[in-house]
């Protein structure tokens, strides 16, 4: 029997888990056992890293025998089955009060059916979302996790300890109970993609109307990253456009093939906004933009499609970069807007006291979408609580005043020129609508009434109401039906 000396442990050696792993062990104070399916993955974690002092395990009874009490142990496998085989086997060998948490991109409805399931053991479920990807592991990651208070108290230290730090914060903070974590991270992620949509179209626009390069582009990234865009991501789409393919010597850019992949988190946002009724309009442009480019037989097809005649040639090239950056960091904002929305709905559905602010303040290091300007929304929801929608508030609806006009500009050159830009004026779309004083959902209101009698309200009278339709009749009866 293993002597039980760590206080946490992690099952899953693939790179995600190794990296916490090591960075668990790196922090004073922390003992931690390692466990693989395959223990000859485990082995060469151990021979790569015996500055670790890992605690190997060869099977999950010894796993749990080198945990101290109540054990707390971190899972780091593929989403989905290989979670809840994991699940099953370490309920088996813990006991009541041990914590069990899941470190990975799970839907959080499965977070909320497995807590619920393993709650009645007695044992902790815990979903905390992990954002920063192998480097953020090793080196401090953003981390969301949900889960009961209890779990927290014994996790909260230990996640403290490894997280990022972002102006003398650990960027981790207890979002809620059961899947409240991984919701979190899902949004966080929904956001990531429609952040970077929105820089590819900033990089398309602007390579397509200037006919600078990517290296110069880049140049033009970098200086963005010094002012109110800095984030990690504008950060390193400079990299990525300096980059030069060694075997061709292009630019490395041109020489990836144009078709993105997804794991699954953008289309998850998507998906619980339409149940939650949030418009995430952005994010669900950068999702579909994603499925766009991995159809080459339907883009080879309409590739002969007629579109616009002259060839995209800006008068002034600088004038229109500082378009586009406005037009970048507006979309921008709609983009935080509408990921906040969602999650604000998902609290009322779930019954999950999330704090909106928070969430902002432990984006600010370690995750993908970290960036300047998410102290500014810390500070909005710290000023009103209540806060509608973020673009709303006073340093949000600020910007977005200076920008619109550069915005708008944007995107009617970009549907002149040919030029897809769904992100762009997708969130031009939803400002507009959010702003407008009526919309035309009033004639479709009209219209379902018509073909389904789903009635409708009127401006001037309370109650509900029908019409009693018909093509060739004037007169129109209505009748309160409330």
């Given amino acids: 029997m293993a002597n039980a000396q760590a206080n946490i442990g992690v099952v899953g050696m693939a790179v995600m888990g ?73 309920v088996k060998v813990f006991e009541p009060g041990d914590i069990i948490v899941d470190g990975g991109n799970a839907l959080f409805t499965d977070t909320i059916r497995r807590e619920k399931a393993v709650r009645e053991t007695g044992i902790n479920f815990v979903g905390a979302g992990i954002s920063g990807g192998e480097e953020g592991a090793l080196l401090g990651p953003s981390i969301m996790p949900g889960g009961s208070d209890a779990a927290w108290e014994k996790l909260g230290p230990i996640f403290r300890s490894i997280a990022a730090i972002a102006e003398g914060e650990p960027c981790v903070t207890h979002v809620g109970h059961d899947g409240a974590g991984h919701f979190v991270k899902m949004v966080h992620n929904g956001i990531e993609y429609a952040d970077m949509q929105l820089i590819a179209e900033a990089y398309d626009l602007i390579r397509r109307g200037t006919g600078k390069s990517p290296a110069e582009i880049a140049e033009i ?121 969602e999650i604000v709905a998902g609290a009322e559905q779930y019954g999950w006291d999330i704090k909106k602010g928070e969430i902002a303040k432990i984006w600010r290091g370690g995750c993908i979408i970290r960036a300047r300007f998410l102290n500014r929304i810390t500070e909005a929801y710290a000023e009103n609580p209540g806060l509608v929608a973020l673009v709303t508030a006073s340093f949000f609806a600020e910007v977005v005043t200076s920008t619109q006009a550069a915005w708008r500009r944007v995107v ?15 969130s031009l779309a939803y400002y507009d609508g959010l702003r407008a004083d009526r919309l035309p959902a009033a004639l479709v209101q009209g219209q379902r009434d018509f073909f389904g009698a789903h009635t409708y309200k009127r401006v001037d009278a309370e109650g509900t109401f029908h019409t009693l339709w018909s093509g060739d009749r004037t007169e129109i009866e209505a009748e309160d039906t409330h």
């Fill in 221 to 341: 990234f970098a200086e963005w990253n010094k002012g109110e865009l800095e984030s990690y991501l504008i950060e390193i789409t400079a990299e990525v456009l300096r980059q030069v393919d060694a075997k061709t010597g292009k630019p490395l850019v041109d020489v990836i093939v144009d078709q993105a992949g997804a794991k699954g988190t953008g289309a998850w946002t998507v998906q619980t906004a339409l149940d939650l009724g949030i418009p995430v309009s952005g994010i669900a442009e950068a999702v579909f933009a994603r499925s766009l480019s991995s159809k080459p037989a339907q883009r080879a097809a309409a590739s002969a499609l007629p579109g616009p005649d002259e060839a995209f040639v800006v008068a002034d090239p600088e004038a229109f970069v500082e378009d586009v950056r406005q037009a970048l960091y507006a979309s921008k904002i709609i983009a935080y807007s509408q990921g906040f929305d």
């Fill in 412 to 426: 009617v050159a970009a549907a002149q020129a040919g030029i897809p830009s769904p992100a762009f004026s997708s």
């Fill in 18 to 90: 190794s990296n916490l792993a090591r960075n668990l062990a790196s922090r004073e104070g922390n003992t931690v056992a390692i466990f693989n399916r395959s223990f000859s993955k485990t082995q060469s974690v151990l021979d790569a890293h015996p500055e670790a002092g890992f605690i190997a395990a060869h099977d999950y009874k010894e796993f749990a025998d080198s945990l101290q009490k109540p054990r707390a142990a971190i899972i780091m496998v593929k989403a989905g089955g290989p979670t809840d085989a994991v699940i099953e086997e370490l």
